[in-house]
Structure formats: structure tokens, C-alpha cells
């Protein structure tokens, strides 16, 4: 079975700029998270859906960054407008039923963010 | 809120030999979930092995085995026979046993780099 997956890998983008990042969700698994890694202040939850509907925000940071699910299979992580102090790998993961699988979350490869 | 600590930012182990990374937790609850991740230089978040508070027995998975100490609040990954590959940042995680607010995600620590002496 494909893991999840995430695109862009890499993204370097100027200060300003609209950045869009994708995701593709484990097929079957209900939950999805947005998570972010930077040196300072480690892994953070960003968001997470349950049934395509989110459901804690709390770890977004600005209203600068939206997300959302529009289908069981497919969610976006947007930055508008785009600054250097977002530069971090975004890190999408996703999470069958809670009672299947011992509520093992499973991550993707990461997209590396480069704000210049 | 959960807390996950992780007291040792770098270990060095001999190739063959045993290592033992430590992870300290904070919480008021009684079911969760605990896990460590291994993230190799490719930044993939690998799952490496889980526990679930309410077993006794230590999780193992081949060369990976824990030692979960509920009442302390311990949960430490063992990893004997060291080989190269093994080398990458740990993490040990929190899951909440609760459903819905902010439980559903996963507490990260500040992870352990480990270091695979040949």
C-alpha cells in the first residue's frame, strides 16, 4: 500500500509569495494531522481533521496559514503571504479508526519549505 | 497539557552494542499511548515501536524493546546490537486515550541524536 503522500518535496519561494502544500492520506484512514518541524521549537501540530471536517486548529499560527480537506483523500496547507520564519519541513500524516492499528499515526516524507 | 521530555540531545554507541534512550512524560490521565519514531537524514518520521499504557508487558520489536514505567512516568527505547543504520534523531511521543478537542494528535519530544560509532 502507497504511504502518504505529499507534494512538493522541496519549495524554495520568495518572501511573499503563496505556498501550497499537498497531501494524500493513507486510503481508509479517517484522520489526517498537519504537523511542523523547525530546530526551535521541534514537531508541532498544526491542525487535524477527523472525516474531512478539522477539528482542532489551535496550532495554526497565523491567519496567515489555512488548511483544508476537501475530500477523505486529498488536503492542502496554504501560507498566504509567505515569510522567512516559516521555513520548516511540513510534515502531513494520517491515522485509521481509532480502534484499528493501536491509533498509530503514519507520517509522509515531509515538504522542506524555504522562505528567502 | 502532556509533556514529553527527552533528557539526552545526543548518545554515541559503539556498532554491536546496546543503547538505552531516555523519554519522561507529564500527565494526569491514565489511558494513553506512547511511541518512538526514528527520523533518519531523509527527515521521514518512522514508526519504531508502541506501547499502550494499559499493558504491563513491554512492547518489543526485534532489536527495539522498552522499558515502560508507568508509575514513574518512564518510557525508555532499548536498542541492542547497534548498527549503522540505526543512526537518525529518536523522538518519543503521547497520544492522548481521549477522542476529540486536541487529543487526537501526538506530544512530541525535542528527540535524542544517536550516533553509530563503526
Not at chain 1, 16 to 44: A, D
Not at chain 2, 21 to 39: G, I
Amino acid at each position: 500500500d502507497a504511504g502518504v503522500i505529499q507534494s512538493p518535496r522541496h519549495e524554495v519561494t520568495e518572501m511573499g509569495q503563496e505556498v501550497t502544500l499537498r497531501c494524500k492520506p493513507i486510503s481508509g484512514h479517517n484522520s489526517l494531522f498537519w504537523y511542523r518541524q523547525t530546530m526551535m521549537r521541534g514537531l508541532e501540530l498544526l491542525i487535524y481533521f477527523n472525516n474531512n471536517v478539522p477539528i482542532d486548529d489551535s496550532g495554526m499560527p497565523e491567519d496567515r496559514f489555512s488548511a483544508k480537506m476537501p475530500n477523505a483523500s486529498f488536503s492542502t496547507l496554504k501560507i498566504q503571504p509567505s515569510e522567512p520564519r516559516d521555513s520548516a519541513v511540513y510534515f502531513c500524516a494520517s491515522r485509521p479508526g481509532r480502534m484499528v492499528s493501536g491509533n498509530t499515526i503514519y507520517f509522509g516524507e515531509g515538504s522542506w519549505l524555504t522562505v528567502v | 497539557a502532556q509533556t514529553v521530555t527527552q533528557s539526552q540531545p545526543e548518545m554515541s554507541v559503539q556498532e554491536a552494542e546496546t543503547v538505552t534512550l531516555s523519554c519522561t512524560y507529564d500527565t494526569s490521565e491514565s489511558d494513553y499511548y506512547l511511541f518512538w519514531y526514528k527520523q533518519p537524514p531523509s527527515r521521514q518520521m518512522i514508526l519504531v515501536i508502541r506501547q499502550e499504557a494499559y499493558k504491563q508487558q513491554n512492547a518489543t520489536e526485534n532489536r527495539f524493546s522498552v522499558n515502560f514505567q508507568k508509575a514513574a512516568k518512564s518510557f525508555s527505547l532499548k536498542i541492542s546490537d547497534s548498527q549503522l543504520g540505526d543512526a537518525a534523531m529518536y523522538f518519543c511521543a503521547y497520544r492522548s486515550g481521549r477522542s476529540g478537542g486536541g487529543a487526537d494528535g501526538l506530544t512530541f519530544g525535542k528527540g535524542t541524536h544517536l550516533i553509530i560509532q563503526p
